[in-house]
C-alpha cells in the first residue's frame, strides 16, 4: 500500500470520525479530500446466555423470554431406565421453585433427549417415558401449570456424538438430558 499524502489524509479523516469529535480538530483533510460514505450492515443474531453448573449437571439458558433448564440424564435417571433417582428430585425440587419465582405463565414443555447409542425407536420412546417422570415429579410441586411433554431421542443433540470419526463420551453425555423449557416474566 501506498503512503500518498491523499491516502494518509483519508486515513487520518477516518480515524478521526471513529473517534469522535474531540479528535477531530488535528485532522486537516484540505480542501479537495472527498471520501466516500459507506453504510456498515452487520447482522445481529439471537443471544443466548448460558450458565451451567460446576459439575456440568444442570445448565441455564436463556434467549429473549424463553428459558431453557437442562438436566444431565446421567444425574436424573440410572442407565437404561426412566426412574428417577433421588438426586434428581432435589435438582427438579430447585427447578420448580425457579419456574414458580420466574415463568410468566403459559405452558412448560418438557424435552427428553438421548444420545447417538442405541436404535431410533427405542431411544425415542426412552427419552418421552424420561420427560413424562420429570413431568409426574413437577406436577406434584408446580399446580395449576400446563405441561406439554416430548421426547426427541438423538434427533436434537445439543453437540455432535461423534467428532472426525471418534465417538465421544463427553458429547454423548451432554446429549443425554431433558429440558424444562418456560416463559419467564418480562
Known amino acids: 500500500m501506498s503512503r500518498s499524502p491523499e491516502r494518509l489524509t483519508i486515513l487520518a479523516?477516518?480515524?478521526?470520525?471513529?473517534?469522535?469529535?474531540?479528535t477531530a480538530a488535528w485532522a486537516d483533510p484540505g480542501d479537495d479530500a472527498v471520501a466516500g460514505?459507506?453504510?456498515?450492515?452487520?447482522?445481529?443474531?439471537?443471544?443466548?446466555?448460558?450458565?451451567?453448573?460446576?459439575?456440568?449437571?444442570?445448565?441455564?439458558?436463556?434467549?429473549?423470554?424463553?428459558?431453557t433448564?437442562?438436566?444431565?440424564?446421567?444425574?436424573l435417571f440410572a442407565l437404561d431406565t426412566a426412574v428417577l433417582t433421588p438426586r434428581a428430585r432435589q435438582r427438579l425440587g430447585r427447578v420448580a421453585a425457579k419456574v414458580r419465582a420466574d415463568s410468566a405463565g403459559g405452558t412448560v414443555r418438557i424435552e427428553g433427549h438421548t444420545d447417538d447409542q442405541g436404535d431410533d425407536a427405542y431411544n425415542a420412546a426412552l427419552s418421552l417415558r424420561r420427560a413424562q417422570?420429570?413431568?409426574?415429579?413437577?406436577?406434584?410441586?408446580?399446580?395449576?401449570?400446563?405441561?406439554?411433554?416430548?421426547?426427541?431421542?438423538?434427533?436434537?443433540?445439543?453437540?455432535?456424538n461423534v467428532v472426525q470419526g471418534r465417538p465421544l463420551e463427553e458429547n454423548r453425555a451432554r446429549n443425554r438430558r431433558v429440558e424444562i423449557v418456560f416463559t419467564a416474566k418480562g
Open 13 to 22: 479523516l477516518g480515524l478521526a470520525l471513529l473517534a469522535g469529535p474531540a
Open 37 to 67: 460514505v459507506e453504510d456498515v450492515v452487520a447482522p445481529v443474531e439471537d443471544v443466548v446466555a448460558e450458565v451451567e453448573s460446576l459439575d456440568g449437571a444442570e445448565s441455564e439458558s436463556r434467549q429473549g423470554e424463553r428459558v
Open 69 to 75: 433448564v437442562a438436566l444431565a440424564g446421567d444425574v
Open 133 to 160: 417422570a420429570v413431568r409426574r415429579s413437577l406436577q406434584g410441586t408446580l399446580t395449576g401449570v400446563a405441561f406439554q411433554v416430548a421426547g426427541f431421542g438423538e434427533r436434537r443433540p445439543r453437540v455432535p
